[in-house]
Nanobody
Framework: QVTLVESGGGLVQAGDSLRLSCTAS????????MGWFRQAPGKGREFVAA????????VFADSVKGRVTMSRVDASNTGFLEMNDVNPEDSAVYYC???????????????????WGQGTQVTVSS
């Protein structure tokens, strides 16, 4: 079992940068690919970014490509999502997720992830 806890959300202004963290506990964190998804009110869950188990491969949604970086520090069981030049369309609840054992590659489908955090709210004011 893996427990994920997100942090770093809040109210930011358009054009600002934000950094979300995802801290894992439970099984060995380094064995899992991680992903970030978001869900805005009235919309479905949307893929944002994902990183491989070893941090060497990242995948980004077209909607955030060029504005987002994703990294992980296995020593602290923490993954990070950094987003620059945010805009109101980035407002959503952001969830981190981890794949099941054996899921080492980053993918953009939510059904590929077994473990999910509770989410952190990001609100971007214009």
């Amino acid at each position: 079992q893996v427990t994920l806890v997100e942090s770093g959300g809040g109210l930011v202004q358009a054009g600002d940068s934000l950094r979300l963290s995802c801290t894992a506990s439970g099984r060995t964190f380094r064995n899992y690919a991680m992903g970030w998804f978001r869900q805005a009110p009235g919309k479905g869950r949307e893929f944002v970014a994902a990183i491989s188990y070893n941090g060497r491969t990242t995948v980004f949604a077209d909607s955030v490509k060029g504005r987002v970086t994703m990294s992980r520090v296995d020593a602290s069981n923490t993954g990070f999502l950094e987003m620059n030049d945010v805009n109101p369309e980035d407002s959503a609840v952001y969830y981190c997720a981890a794949r099941a054992p054996g899921g080492a590659t980053p993918v953009d489908t939510d059904y590929s992830y077994r473990y999910w955090g509770q989410g952190t709210q990001v609100t971007v004011s214009s």
